[in-house]
């Protein structure tokens, strides 16, 4: 009898599993549409889309450079903070756009209205920003049941972020140098600029050229959990930006989703996928389609903050999801047909297949993701 009865319990478990993931990839998608809503009623609204990388800019400049105050985010809040009041967190967003005071044991700090620093609130590394705790709410729209990360390090985890396109250049810098905005870095930025979001800068669906059912306007992703994942710990790559696959020989071959290489000691928490749904950061908020779902991240420069390869990635079996520009939500395969990933991407400058302007190197999957290359988008995805 016992035995009968672990059997059935063998068998019925599985399904049961296979249900419950059914059920929580539902909820996912569900949120997305959210979101999809969210974008669409903030444009109706405004005529564009929210700008990824907007907040207030501090009194003290350096010519025109960014501000250096701590106590200001300047220009550092993600596309999801505007999109608060459009998923029924007013009471959130008024929490972060007016000014915040805070009392903890003898210490009193009062924060500006958009708050302080996102990455200093998650890394809380210093103690004027630990207690600012809007950027540490969870917020369930903003999240997939499927992803088991919960709480710190990181802070106010997301699984979506917006898409930048098939391209690397200027994702962590927008139309700037390192610190200043000039017309090369512009022209540099608007070259490799070509998803529906940028950085710093603000879209309208009159410019998704492509159509708004062909654009991937944000991928899904998964929130670090700790344990050097390929999708959520980047490793350093310098050749990344000439060959997206620059880090593949990083990873364990005996366990594919885990990386061989320690972390670059530039690997900050707050580099980690998914951190801090506030913050502009290209690991917690945005993602590029130059690899396939699930694919490793790779990032370019002296740490891993920069720009690279921000693939899509789940915890569904076999893909993640992606919110179409119309609003729709489509589940994209990890073995999407996606070029050749040696093939460094478009960038101001280059000649060939990577001259401004060309069809994306990257196949249908990087077609998906630029909204004006004029690809011909004629399969099933």
């Known amino acids: 009898m016992i035995a009968i009865i672990g059997v059935l319990v063998g068998l019925l478990l599985p399904a049961v599993q296979a249900a419950r993931e059914a059920a929580r990839r539902m909820s996912c998608s569900n949120n997305f549409k959210q979101i999809g809503l969210a974008i669409h009623n903030y444009?109706?609204?405004?005529k564009k889309m929210p700008k990824h990388g907007t907040g207030p800019i501090a009194v003290r400049a350096i010519g025109q450079n960014w501000p250096k105050e701590?106590?200001?985010q300047h220009e550092r809040l993600s596309a999801q903070v505007a999109l608060l009041p459009f998923v029924e967190q007013q009471a959130l967003w008024e929490q972060i756009s007016n000014p915040l005071i805070v009392t903890s044991g003898s210490v009193t700090e009062?924060?500006?209205a958009f708050g302080a620093i996102p990455w200093n609130v998650v890394a809380q590394t210093n103690n004027y920003s630990t207690d600012w705790t809007p950027c540490f709410t969870d917020v369930t729209?903003?999240?997939c049941p499927s992803d088991p990360g919960y709480g710190l390090p990181l802070g106010g985890r997301s699984n979506y972020g917006v898409c930048y396109g098939d391209a690397i250049a200027h994702m962590h810098l927008g139309p700037y140098t390192t610190w200043a905005r000039n017309v090369r870095a512009d022209s540099e930025y608007k070259a490799a600029a070509r998803?529906?979001?940028g950085l710093y800068t603000q879209t309208a669906f009159r410019d998704i050229l492509d159509g708004l059912s062909n654009t991937i306007c944000m991928g899904e992703n998964?929130?670090?959990l700790g344990d050097e994942h390929i999708t959520t710990s980047p490793r350093r790559g310098g050749g990344v930006s000439n060959n997206p696959s620059n880090c593949s020989g990083q990873v364990e071959a005996s366990r594919p989703q885990f990386w061989r290489t320690s972390p670059h000691k530039n690997n900050f928490v707050e580099t980690r996928r998914g951190a801090c749904w506030a913050g502009v950061t290209m690991g917690w908020t945005m993602c590029n389609t130059i690899l396939p779902p699930n694919r490793e991240v790779c990032?370019?420069?002296h740490n891993t903050a920069g720009g690279g390869t921000w693939t899509v990635s789940s915890r569904h079996q076999g893909g993640a999801h992606v919110l179409m520009a119309d609003g729709a939500v489509r589940f994209i395969t990890d073995s999407i047909e996606a070029g050749d990933d040696s093939v460094g991407p478009v960038e101001f400058g280059r000649t060939g297949a990577r001259a401004p302007g060309s069809a994306s190197p990257y196949g249908l999957w990087g077609a998906l993701g630029t909204r004006a290359a004029k690809e011909?988008?004629?399969?099933?995805f």
């Open 43 to 46: 444009h109706s609204a405004y």
């Open 70 to 72: 701590r106590d200001f």
């Open 110 to 112: 009062t924060y500006p």
């Open 141 to 143: 729209t903003f999240r």
């Open 195 to 197: 998803g529906c979001f």
């Open 222 to 224: 998964n929130s670090d």
């Open 299 to 301: 990032a370019t420069g």
């Open 376 to 380: 011909v988008i004629d399969e099933e």
